[in-house]
C-alpha cells in the first residue's frame, strides 16, 4: 500500500501543505461536532465513538508528515469540543490526542505496521491520555478502572478508522495533482 515510503508519490510543497492542513483541520472539526452529536457506541461509556476525526489526523500524519498531524491535533483538540458544547473537552482531546500521535508518529517510522495497525495503536493510546488525564484532574485512580473495557473497544473502532484512511489515500494517490500554469 502507498503511503509512507513510495518514492513515486511526490510530497506537495510547502504552500499547498499548508492549504490542505487548513482543509483536513476543517474537514476534522466537522466530522468532530457532527459525530458529537451522535449517542455514545456504548450506553454509559462516555465518549465511546468511532472516532472518524482521526481519519484526517492520520492521514495527515502519512501523507504531510508530523507538522501537519500536529497542527489538526491542536486545532482538533481546541476548537473540536468548544464548536461540540463541551470546552472541558479540550483537555482530554489533547491529552489524548498527543498520546496518540506520538504513538502512531513512532509506528509510522518503524517498519512493517499498516494503517489499521498504527490507528489502532492510535486509538489505544488516545483513550490511555484520556483515562489518565481524568484520574489526575479528578485525584480519583479508580477512573482506570475503565481503561479495559475502553481499550477494548477502541482497537477495533482504530482498525475500523485506519481502514477509512487508507480508502481516503488511496483516492488521494489516484486523483490528479493539479499543475503549475506555465508562464
Known amino acids: 500500500m502507498k503511503y509512507i515510503r513510495d518514492k513515486s508519490v511526490q510530497k506537495?510543497?510547502?504552500?499547498?501543505?499548508a492549504a490542505k492542513t487548513a482543509l483536513l483541520i476543517?474537514?476534522?472539526?466537522?466530522?468532530?461536532?457532527?459525530?458529537?452529536?451522535?449517542?455514545?457506541?456504548?450506553?454509559?461509556?462516555?465518549?465511546a465513538r468511532l472516532g472518524l476525526a482521526n481519519v484526517f489526523v492520520l492521514y495527515a500524519l502519512?501523507?504531510?508528515?508530523p507538522g501537519p498531524a500536529i497542527a489538526l491535533v491542536v486545532?482538533?483538540?481546541?476548537?473540536?469540543?468548544?464548536?461540540?458544547?463541551?470546552?472541558?473537552?479540550?483537555?482530554?482531546?489533547?491529552?489524548?490526542?498527543?498520546?496518540?500521535?506520538?504513538?502512531?508518529a513512532?509506528?509510522?517510522?518503524?517498519a512493517g505496521f499498516g494503517i489499521a495497525a498504527i490507528s489502532a495503536a492510535g486509538a489505544f493510546f488516545h483513550n490511555l491520555g484520556q483515562c489518565i488525564l481524568a484520574s489526575i484532574l479528578l485525584g480519583a485512580p479508580s477512573v482506570l478502572l475503565s481503561f479495559p473495557?475502553?481499550?477494548?473497544?477502541?482497537?477495533?473502532?482504530?482498525?475500523?478508522?485506519?481502514?477509512?484512511?487508507?480508502?481516503?489515500?488511496r483516492v488521494a494517490n489516484r486523483s490528479p495533482q493539479p499543475q503549475a500554469p506555465m508562464s
Open 12 to 17: 506537495p510543497k510547502k504552500p499547498r501543505i
Open 26 to 47: 476543517v474537514f476534522a472539526l466537522i466530522t468532530y461536532v457532527m459525530e458529537s452529536a451522535v449517542p455514545p457506541l456504548v450506553p454509559g461509556m462516555a465518549g
Open 62 to 65: 502519512l501523507a504531510l508528515g
Open 75 to 104: 486545532f482538533k483538540g481546541l476548537l473540536g469540543p468548544v464548536f461540540a458544547g463541551s470546552p472541558v473537552g479540550i483537555y482530554y482531546s489533547l491529552a489524548g490526542g498527543a498520546l496518540a500521535l506520538t504513538a502512531m
Open 106 to 110: 513512532v509506528l509510522k517510522k518503524s
Open 149 to 169: 473495557a475502553m481499550a477494548a473497544l477502541s482497537v477495533p473502532l482504530g482498525i475500523i478508522t485506519g481502514l477509512l484512511c487508507a480508502a481516503v489515500i
